[in-house]
């Protein structure tokens, strides 16, 4: 079952500019992730943000959770190249030792 | 170097023809986890194994084995594969149980089954 859901499914911008990803998900949550998939790789951890945060930073990355709306957002500043990515929230499943992951948003950065 | 190996990177095979793919983790993680890559489906989980010998179904467990008689190794074992099969696998770990451990993913085996 899929938890999260993101939003844009794919997003084209030039470097520089901000890039914003939004999530939804469904059910109650204790934390939320964020996660980076390079074309065909494994995905990597950029963060984490629990039910009790609104807002986290980490360098250029900013995440806001608001969990009343059941949504996080991913905002990526002043964008690079190499942001060129896919990005996936994910979520505890319920009941289960896992992860969710949502279907992504697909980042391209024009240089 | 901290990191998770799968192995094969790309594997092409024929329908029935068992076939493993292994993964090995050298961060000493109690938890690992199997996921599969579909376009439109996103990654749904596999099989879960929280410490040695204790392993789990996940979402789509069907034609899939695992098992974990080491920490450190965590094998995906296609018994009889099919062409639906085909898909890009990750395995992944953390170092504890908790839904807030952030997850350590390998660089994927793409597999076709013919």
């Known amino acids: 079952s899929q938890q999260g859901e993101e939003d844009p499914q794919a997003l084209s911008i030039q470097e520089g500019e901000n890039a914003t990803m939004n999530c939804s998900y469904k059910?109650?949550?204790?934390?939320l992730q964020w996660y980076r998939q390079n074309s065909g790789r494994g995905l990597v951890h950029l963060i984490l943000i629990r039910s009790n945060e609104r807002e986290k930073h980490s360098g250029r990355l900013r995440v806001t959770l608001d969990t009343s709306k059941k949504s996080s957002s991913l905002l990526i500043t002043a964008s690079r190249a190499a942001d060129t990515a896919s990005y996936f929230c994910a979520t505890p499943s319920g009941g289960r030792r896992a992860l969710t992951f949502g279907s992504g948003t697909r980042l391209q950065v024009q240089p | 170097e901290a990191q998770v190996t799968q192995n094969p990177r790309y594997l092409i095979t024929v329908t029935g023809k068992k076939l493993t793919v292994t993964c090995s983790q050298n961060?000493?993680?109690?938890?690992m986890s199997w996921y599969r890559q579909d376009p439109g489906l996103g990654l749904r989980q596999i099989y879960y194994?929280?410490?040695?010998?204790?392993?789990d179904k996940g979402d789509v467990p069907e034609g899939y084995k695992v098992s974990r008689k080491e920490k450190r190794n965590f094998p995906l074992i296609l018994e009889s594969p099919s062409p639906n099969q085909t898909s890009l696998y990750f395995c992944?770990?953390?170092?504890?149980?908790?839904?807030?451990?952030?997850?350590?993913f390998g660089s994927g085996t793409q597999l076709s089954v013919l």
């Open positions: 961060m000493n993680h109690e938890y």
């Open positions: 194994s929280m410490n040695v010998e204790v392993t």
């Open positions: 992944a770990s953390s170092l504890g149980q908790g839904t807030d451990e952030k997850l350590f």
């Open positions: 059910t109650s949550i204790n934390n």
